[in-house]
């Protein structure tokens, strides 16, 4: 069985939507004769908890170093907030203290491409040598963080073994990119080591085909595009319907997405019926963004929601399974129209219909339409919200419920033979 060392700063007991691509990889490649060898940080700043992921991966070699996190001295210099709530994404166009505007900037211009930067050197140093002993027949980095990516760069130069470039998310091109308050100088720096992955790498992946696009046009090595995807297994079993009509969200809620009208929808739609009002839920799992909670109640929806904050992957999945109906609304930034949320492909596994809020001709959209699960509609479309609530609100009354289309293509098993005829490709 051929080996690949995979780099990369997530992995599980860490939970959240960056671990979750390479812990399917490593489950399905060896079925594919690629054996996943793992390098990760032994302390590193985990967004979440969940030790449940930890069972999928057991059999996987995992070398973990210490790395050292600026964030922990950023705790020290500065404190953690005591009255505010946890943001899900520090790097928006949100009002800021003068702490996080200065915190940002020292972020920006001194940690490039990321504060995990300080971890590429000693990686380097000490992945040269375990090679030697236990060597591999090619490197593939996954990120962000894109330091990820200058360690292999780095240590595929080394040992001239192939290089796979995996970006979960685009680099300057990403939506936050532009809050990160980077002077001339450093922004110069991000698009040249940008640049210099691009170009020596010997294969880039992108998630998404407009990302996949964009890349295509920065250079001149082969982009790939393997999506992210659902895992079957994780959808096997019984769900008890609970009998109510539930509008269900899972993963991070950020601010900058916030569906205003869809709260106002659901909040007229109460008002006129008195059966929707008492059937109605609104199931949050995940981290929510405290503005986020705020509108809601401002709404007069408060009384409906049901906010069960992190949970592991497998509730998660039960709670999309549970749904009347999937809520995916998208960070209202013009970037987000080439973006499809890893939580897309797992709604797509749950078969049950989606409510997209954004860009109508966007990646996402293309790919809702493609696998008919549902619609996407613009934040300024409230006429088409009310129609499609209706519409699923009658389904529901009816004891149906929409069926979606042909999927296969997203299985976690389908990206991780893509995956392996890449990985294969590059040794020839």
């Known amino acids: ?49 969940d030790e449940s992921l930890c069972a999928e991966v057991a059999d996987v070699e995992v070398v973990r170093r210490e790395i050292f996190e600026p964030y922990a001295l950023h705790e020290r210099l500065f404190g953690k907030s005591k009255k505010k709530a946890p943001q899900v994404n520090l790097v928006d166009a949100g009002k800021k203290s003068w702490k996080e505007r200065l915190a940002m900037w020292v972020r920006g211009n001194f940690f490039i491409p990321d504060p995990k930067c300080l ?77 210099k992955v691009l170009t020596d790498a010997t294969e880039i992946v992108a998630v998404s085909p407009r990302v996949q696009q964009e890349f295509e046009q920065m250079t001149s090595t082969p982009v790939s595009l393997i999506t992210n995807g659902y895992d079957p297994e994780d959808f096997q079993g019984t769900v008890q319907p609970d009998g109510y009509f539930n509008i269900t969200h899972t993963g991070l809620f950020a601010r900058d997405g916030i569906p205003s009208l869809l709260w106002k929808v659901l909040a007229e739609k109460r008002r006129s019926d008195a059966l929707f009002a008492e059937k109605f839920r609104l199931r949050l799992l995940g981290k929510t963004d405290q503005e986020v909670l705020d509108e809601i109640r401002a709404a007069g929806l408060e009384d409906a929601l049901v906010n069960l904050g992190y949970q592991d992957h497998a509730q998660a999945v039960y709670e999309q399974r549970n749904a009347t109906l999937l809520l995916l609304p998208l960070r209202k930034e013009p970037e987000y129209k080439s973006v499809l949320p890893g939580k897309l492909f797992e709604y797509l596994g749950a078969r049950r219909p989606i409510l997209g809020v954004g860009d109508a001709d966007g990646a996402m959209a293309d790919v809702i339409r493609e696998t008919r699960a549902g619609v996407v509609i613009d934040w300024t479309d409230q006429e088409a919200m009310a129609a499609y609530v209706d519409k699923i609100w009658q389904a529901f009354l009816q004891g149906e419920s929409p069926s979606s289309g042909d999927i296969s293509r997203y299985s976690r098993r389908a990206t991780a033979a893509a995956m392996a005829r890449l990985l294969d490709k590059i040794q020839k």
């Open 119 to 195: 971890w590429v050197e000693p990686s380097v140093r000490f992945l040269k040598k375990y090679l030697q002993e236990h060597p591999v027949d090619a490197i593939v980095s996954t990120g962000p963080p894109h330091s990820m990516h200058l360690i292999a760069r780095r240590l595929s130069k080394a040992t001239g073994l192939p290089w796979v470039a995996d970006f979960r998310d685009p680099w300057t091109r990403i939506f936050y990119f532009k809050h990160l308050s980077l002077g001339f100088c450093a922004a110069r720096r991000h698009r040249l080591l940008e640049q």
């Open 1 to 49: 069985m051929k080996r690949v060392l995979v780099i990369s700063y997530y992995w599980p007991p860490s939970g959240g939507s960056g671990v979750q691509r390479w812990v399917k990889f490593a489950k399905y490649l060896p079925e594919e004769g690629w054996q996943v060898v793992v390098y990760t940080p032994s302390n590193p700043q985990m967004p979440a908890l």
